[in-house]
């Protein structure tokens, strides 16, 4: 895989992520869910890519961007 495929599967995590409630927090099953999908997904990637920055990954899923 390229840093290019990293790129949009980490934007279409991002896309996916639990919406905060009007109380500014996230319903805790489904961000539980969400988490254990971008852990899993880094665990494939980082398998695949001894270069694989985890941390990083996670931080765009959460984030957005780059």
Request: glycine share 8%.
């Amino acid at each position: 895989m390229t840093r290019k495929d990293y790129v949009a599967l980490a934007a279409a995590l991002h896309n996916v992520q639990p919406e905060l409630d009007t109380d500014g927090t996230y319903q805790p099953e489904g961000r539980a869910a969400w988490d254990a999908c971008v852990r899993a997904v880094a665990r494939v990637l980082a398998a695949d890519n001894g270069r694989f920055d985890r941390d990083r990954f996670v931080r765009v899923c959460e984030e957005g961007g780059r």
